[in-house]
């Protein structure tokens, strides 16, 4: 079994899981609500695509720091995954879940 594989399954796993997104639905997507690092309410909501990737970059990375809180450790894993290809289309496509989230939460900016 591939080690590299195996980690990038589970940042990942972990990552999806380690964002807490709380949606409410009253008929508008603009109740879609998440937690921010203080545990605040904030809204998934944008005025841009651009602010929305900008978002989900950002639970992107809120997602790494909560499923490895060391940053010691977090620091010297880097080097591991920062120069693997299967490590870094893994984070892609984390990023790219939490976008398609943020953007239909705006309903694709078509307002």
């Known amino acids: 079994m591939n080690v590299k594989r195996v980690i990038a399954a589970v940042v990942i796993l972990l990552g999806a899981a380690a964002l807490s997104v709380i949606v409410t639905f ?4 603009a ?6 690092e203080d545990g605040e309410l904030i809204s998934l909501q944008t005025a841009t695509p651009e602010e929305g990737f900008a978002l989900a ?5 809120k997602g790494v720091t909560e499923t490895q ?3 010691e450790v977090l620091h010297t894993l880097r080097p591991n995954y920062s120069n693997d290809p299967d490590s870094l289309i ?3 496509h984390v990023v790219a879940v939490h976008f398609q989230t ?5 309903n694709y900016w078509k307002d």
């Not at 009253?26 to 997507?29: E, L, R």
């Not at 109740?31 to 921010?36: K, L, P």
């Not at 943020?102 to 705006?106: D, S």
């Open 57 to 61: 970059l950002s639970l992107s990375r």
């Open 69 to 71: 809180p060391d940053k």
């Open 90 to 92: 893994a984070a892609s």
């Open 31 to 36: 109740s879609a609500q998440t937690m921010n």
């Open 102 to 106: 943020v953007a239909a939460a705006n």
């Open 26 to 29: 009253d008929g508008s997507p």
